[in-house]
């Protein structure tokens, strides 16, 4: 379903723990990135990722990590430093050589129980 | 830092009416524009781009204008459907960075009254 897939689809977590949100992709796209999504705030960027075993911060970076050791996967974790990690968040990718929008994967929301 | 504005964040027409969502950006460097349209749960898909060197872009009933002077590019939806009931999100980025990060809008809710 659109060569990008995240999972799981909903997940729950206890306050102090630490959560990996998986997203992984058959399209052979050299970028990756992280977007988380809050109502009223639109999509801002975690992380990126342009080749294997690279990744930059995004503006929110704070809280998460993430990892590139294979070029179809690029796991986001939310650590317990993440304070407000309840929202829905979205993996994308692109092919670096070309001006093509995103193909995103249809999302994780998150939520602290 | 680099923003963009997206206006309005709800808007509601009746069905067969036009709509039109606004966005300005602040990165003169800005270079690419897509349109995303996510209903709810689900994805955003894109749904239309504009490159700068272009002003105007349409595919069916879907078109996007861009005014690089000032800065602005708005996506207009022609004889509107329930089915365009969704919310939709206006990016810019700069394809010279080599990054290609998004700056998205905050997005705008459309209803089409039946």
């Known amino acids: 379903d659109g060569g990008i897939t995240q999972s799981p689809k909903y997940l729950f977590r206890k306050e102090g723990q630490n959560v990996t949100l998986s997203c992984e992709q058959n399209?052979?796209?050299?970028?990756m990135y992280w977007y988380r999504q809050d109502p009223g705030q639109g999509l801002r960027l975690i992380y990126y990722?342009?080749?294997?075993?690279?990744?930059q911060k995004g503006d929110i970076a704070e809280g998460y990590s993430v990892s590139r050791e294979k070029k179809e996967s690029f796991p986001l974790t939310v650590t317990s430093a993440q304070k407000n990690p309840t929202a829905f968040y979205l993996c994308?990718?692109?092919?670096?050589?070309?001006?093509?929008?995103?193909?995103f994967g249809s999302g994780t929301r998150l939520t602290v129980v | 830092g680099e923003n963009v504005e997206q206006h309005p964040s709800t808007l509601s027409v009746q069905e067969g009416d036009s709509a039109v969502i606004k966005c300005t950006y602040s990165?003169?460097?800005?270079?690419?524009f897509p349109w995303y349209k996510q209903e709810l749960g689900k994805r955003p898909q894109l749904i239309i781009d504009?490159?700068?060197?272009?002003g105007e872009k349409k595919d069916q009933r879907i078109a996007v204008t861009l005014n690089k002077t000032a800065k602005h590019f708005s996506l207009h939806i022609t004889e509107t459907q329930p089915e365009d009931s969704a919310v939709y999100f206006c990016a810019a980025t700069r394809t010279t960075s080599g990054t290609y990060k998004y700056i998205f809008g905050t997005g705008t809710r459309l209803k089409v009254l039946a």
């Open positions: 990165d003169s460097a800005s270079n690419y």
């Open positions: 504009i490159r700068s060197n272009v």
């Open positions: 399209l052979n796209h050299d970028a």
């Open positions: 994308a990718s692109r092919q670096s050589q070309a001006i093509y929008g995103y193909t």
């Open positions: 990722s342009q080749i294997v075993n690279d990744f």
